[in-house]
């Protein structure tokens, strides 16, 4: 099981929902922080939180409908000389549940295409390629499990595209200790998964943050977070080290 203490990861929003619980567990485990979300203001108290805990850790903000302030973001971060070790793209958009599907507007594939597979990819293109010649590095991409729902045509496609792209990627890294995977939450009471959700929150610890944990430089598997519920961080990373890789 990998040691993550000392190394520096990027969560993608950071401040609240399952990007919050991703944060509190890596700093939990002496993991650095690079913390993201769309103001600065949001990130405050998530920073101060890990950062008493003992680890290093900083905020950065951009909106990630916006590819102009995406690509700020990155050159921040690398401005910053802390390599990006471990990439969490947990950020995420619902725009709405369209009753009448057939009228669904343009703009809810428009931005969410933007947010949920865009703005995650130009971070895997930027960060991955120092992992490589760092010869280490973890991307962990957060998917969703919703299918045959047109009310939620946008979230769904786009999720839909960010696991061929994800996959497509882990055909070229499986077998170096670069490993992208990805990770599906379950419907969690969050602000986007909504109050009637089964699932509590905190039910996605360890689960969703296990791709940072493996050793067995596999890729291309999608480590489903309610897949580990109750088991301890060395029992989950057990178990997702026998899951069957998707692009095979």
Same mark, same amino acid.
């Given at each position: 099981?990998?040691?993550? @203490?000392? @190394?520096?990861?990027?969560? =993608?929003?950071?401040?609240?929902?399952?990007?919050?619980?991703?944060?509190?567990?890596? $700093?939990?485990?002496?993991?650095?922080?690079?913390?993201?979300?769309?103001?600065?203001?949001?990130?405050?108290?998530?920073?101060?939180?890990?950062?008493?805990?003992?680890?290093?850790?900083?905020?950065?903000? !951009?909106?990630?409908?916006?590819?102009?302030?995406?690509?700020?973001?990155? @050159?921040?971060? *690398?401005?910053?000389?802390? =390599?990006?070790?471990?990439?969490?793209?947990?950020?995420?958009? &619902?725009? $709405?549940?369209?009753?009448? %599907?057939?009228?669904?507007?343009?703009?809810? %594939?428009?931005?969410?295409?933007?947010?949920?597979?865009?703005?995650?990819?130009?971070?895997?293109?930027?960060?991955?390629?120092?992992?490589?010649?760092?010869?280490?590095?973890?991307?962990?991409? #957060?998917? /969703?499990?919703?299918?045959? +729902?047109?009310? *939620?045509?946008?979230?769904?496609? /786009?999720?839909?595209?960010?696991?061929?792209?994800?996959?497509?990627?882990?055909?070229?890294?499986?077998?170096?200790?670069?490993?992208?995977?990805?990770?599906?939450?379950?419907?969690?009471? #969050?602000?986007?998964?909504?109050?009637?959700?089964?699932?509590?929150?905190? /039910?996605?610890?360890?689960?969703?943050?296990?791709?940072?944990?493996?050793?067995?430089?596999?890729?291309?598997?999608?480590?489903? $977070? *309610?897949?580990?519920?109750?088991?301890?961080?060395?029992?989950?990373?057990?178990? !997702? +080290?026998?899951? @069957? &890789?998707?692009?095979?």
């Amino acid at each position: 099981m990998v040691d993550v @203490k000392g @190394k520096w990861a990027l969560v =993608t929003g950071a401040n609240r929902g399952v990007g919050y619980r991703i944060s509190k567990f890596m $700093a939990s485990k002496g993991c650095n922080l690079i913390l993201h979300s769309r103001s600065l203001d949001h990130t405050k108290g998530i920073l101060e939180e890990v950062r008493a805990m003992g680890v290093e850790a900083y905020d950065i903000a !951009a909106e990630l409908s916006d590819p102009i302030e995406v690509e700020k973001m990155i @050159k921040e971060i *690398q401005e910053k000389g802390k =390599t990006v070790d471990i990439l969490f793209n947990d950020a995420a958009v &619902q725009i $709405a549940y369209r009753n009448d %599907y057939y009228k669904t507007p343009m703009e809810d %594939y428009s931005i969410s295409f933007m947010i949920n597979t865009i703005a995650p990819m130009m971070l895997c293109y930027a960060f991955i390629p120092p992992m490589i010649q760092r010869g280490w590095g973890r991307v962990i991409n #957060t998917t /969703s499990g919703i299918r045959n +729902e047109p009310e *939620q045509a946008g979230y769904s496609a /786009s999720k839909a595209a960010l696991d061929k792209v994800t996959n497509d990627l882990a055909g070229k890294l499986d077998g170096t200790d670069v490993c992208i995977n990805l990770t599906d939450p379950g419907w969690c009471r #969050t602000d986007l998964g909504g109050p009637h959700a089964p699932n509590d929150p905190d /039910s996605v610890i360890p689960g969703i943050c296990v791709g940072a944990f493996v050793d067995d430089k596999k890729s291309g598997r999608n480590l489903a $977070a *309610q897949g580990f519920v109750g088991m301890t961080l060395e029992e989950a990373v057990k178990k !997702a +080290e026998s899951y @069957k &890789q998707l692009f095979l």
